[in-house]
Structure formats: structure tokens, C-alpha cells
């Protein structure tokens, strides 16, 4: 015989928990409160706590991406998150260290930055391919609009590929003849869904059975002729700086405030881990300016000025990172862990990482 479980019986108390290091409280709650004590500090790593809240469910904004009580779209928090992480202190003070990890509002946050890091590439590629365009447009009629669409529409869909929409268009149009003209259109389009796909590809075959003898020598093969997104010097400062924003958060592990005072679980340096990504988007575009405003990438970061006298650009990015970094992770410290000497602890943790990544750019440099 089943017996059902009344309602009115009273319910288990759930187990009370440091927000921050995990530690049972329990105990020290009931017999605070028993002194009509209603606030304490966690005796493992000494975070003040009121004993109310931790008994109440964990309460985010209605806006945080990882909100699991909030009627707004998936796509519209992501949004409200992105935009509310250009105040980072504000941000940090804002998520509660209870609110558990929700992995489909990390996922959807990662995906929001992937598509404006896609933005920010294909803005980059635009600043090569509209010149062109504009002097082609010059030419008009309708063979010059058609490169010009071909040369945009793939530096929307694949901005890091080396391959030239136009000339994609100009190699496809001399397989076609009267008998093929559907396939070979065919072929053209699907050549730009594999670039959207795959943009690191590095050949592309033609059909030469059609075409005169001089053509097929000279035309059988394509390969990348278009501009780069970046500049083979510019490679490793913008590598080394993006390798700092990811590496920042997990040197705090080397920090002894961070595991063996305030005890950190893990989830909040997961959390940490995912929100620095957004910090990718203003280095990529800096990154991609420095050029335009006269800034020259050299081999050798360390130097102030490059061989020709210009700024040294990646200087200019890797310090522009460490005072980014140090901003983020102080409030970070600050207001969501609430460590002691959030400053120092974010100035750390930024000067750890860039030493190791210039370490490890000049090691190879030397190599």
C-alpha cells in the first residue's frame, strides 16, 4: 500500500552552503541565529554571509544569461549580458556567487561572442575589399556589380578566407558554355558554401575540358590572392594578447588569497573563464586599428618603435590588454568574489599571464 506524503508535513531543510568555498554552515547558522545573531562569516574562508539569504532561493537579473527564473528570450539576455559587461564592475556586483552555473546560458553567451568576433573579422575584411569595389564600381556596368556582390557577399560569409569573391566569379564564368551553364552556376555557389564552411582552404580545382588550350594552362588552378585578415607579424602579438585574456582567470590559482584563504570552488573560476571571452572583442578590434593609425607590427614586441620609426603595435595592444585585464578581474575580485585586495589581486593576475605569454612568444622568437 502507497502512503502519500502530506503537504502539510514539515519539509527537510535544505543544506546551507558557502557561496563561495562550499562549506557546510549549518551548524553556525542555527546557533547564530539562536543569539538572534542574523549575520556571520563563513569559519572556512571568512565571507560574510546573512543567514536569511542563504536559505532563500539564489536571485539573478532578469537580463544574466544564466538566469533560470527570467521570462525574457534566450537571445535577448544574451544581449542584455554582452552589453552589461562594458561596466564590469557593475556586472560582477550584479550575479549572485549562488546562482548555479547554467550550461545552456554559457553556451548561448560563448555563441553571442562568436558572432561579434565574426562581425569584427568582417569589418576588417571590408576595410580591403571596399577600395576595390569603389574603383571597380567606376567601370560600371553589370560585370563590375557582379564581382563587387561577389567580393562582399564572401567577406560576409567567410572574412578569413585568402580567396577573392571576384575572383571566384571570373574562374567559375569560363567553365560555362551554352550546354553547362546550371552546372557550372552550381559549382560557383557551392565553391562559396565550402569557403563558409571551410575559409583555411588553399585550392580549388576548374573544369578545363571546354576551354581553349591557353586558358587550360594558365587557368586550371585557383589559389588565395586576397589579402589576409592579418598580417603575418601581426599574428603572434594579437595571439599573445588573446592566450593573456584566457589565461588571467586560471592564475589566480597560483594566488594564495584565491584557494587557500577564500577556498574558490571551481565553478566560479568556470564562470570567470567564460565571461573574460567578451574581452576578446575589443583586442581583435584593436588589433585590426593599429595599422590604419600608423602603428607598424615588428618581430620583436619588447621594442618601442619598429625597424622604419613607426609605433611599435604590438606593444600598444599587449599593454592595452593588461590594463583591460586588470580592470576585469579586479571587479571580478571585488564584487563577485569578494576577496581583499581585489586591485592587487587583478593586477596579478594580469602581469602573471602577459609575462608568461611574452616568455613564451620571445622562446619561440629565439627557436
Known sequence: MQHEISPNLPQPKRPLECPRCGHHLDGNADAAEARGEHAGVCTECGLPVVWASLRADAVSPKWFVESQHSSLWMPRRVIGTLVRCMRP????????????????????????????????????????????????????????????????????????????????????????????????WIRTTARFAVLAVYPMRTRFDFDTSQMPNWIRMNWAQLTPTAPRLMWPTQTPSTTAAISCVFLAPLSMFLLPTSLRQARIRPRHFARLLVYSTVLVVPILALSFALPHFGAMYGDWVLEVVTLYGYPNAGLILLVCTAVLVSIWMSAAAANYLRLRHALGVGVSCALMSLLLVILLQQWHFVM
Not at 560563448?110 to 565574426?118: E, Y
Not at 562582399?152 to 551554352?178: C, H, N, Q, V
Request: charged share 10%; proline share 4%.
Open 89 to 184: 564592475f557593475h556586472f560582477w556586483r550584479s550575479i549572485n556567487l549562488a546562482t548555479p552555473i547554467s550550461k545552456r546560458g554559457a553556451i548561448a553567451f560563448l555563441i553571442g561572442i562568436a558572432l561579434i568576433l565574426h562581425g569584427v573579422a568582417v569589418g576588417q575584411r571590408f576595410a580591403f575589399v571596399i577600395p576595390a569595389c569603389v574603383a571597380r564600381a567606376q567601370w560600371s556596368g553589370s560585370y563590375a556589380t557582379g564581382q563587387n556582390a561577389a567580393d562582399l557577399a564572401l567577406a560576409i560569409i567567410a572574412p578569413t578566407t585568402g580567396f577573392s569573391g571576384a575572383k571566384l566569379l571570373e574562374f567559375g564564368e569560363l567553365e560555362i558554355t551554352p550546354k553547362n551553364r546550371s552546372l557550372a
